[in-house]
């Protein structure tokens, strides 16, 4: 989401504080296994006041790469194998007002 104010920021954040949302920047030491987490877990991430250039880690989650392996769902995230939960939600937001994202990231 475009964000310039802020407001879907905090729209997010009133919106998921009960399914305990998990609020991360790109440039976070912890931001990787925050991700990872959320995932297996089913917790709702957002990531906030990003660029124009997202990190490469998120391509397969963003083109949805889970594959299922003995009944289960999985998704692979930097190096590591992680279980994907259908409870799961991703939202992004930038503060840029005109921001230019390649194709992939803006559907």
Known sequence: MIDPQGQANKWIKNM??????????????????????????GTPLLLENVGEELDPVLEPLLQKQIYKQAGVNYLRIGDATVEYSDEFRFFITTRLRNPHYLPEVSV
């Open 16 to 41: 998921e504080k009960q399914n305990n949302l998990v609020v991360v920047k790109l440039n976070n030491a912890n931001f990787v296994r925050s991700l990872e987490n959320a995932v297996q877990f």
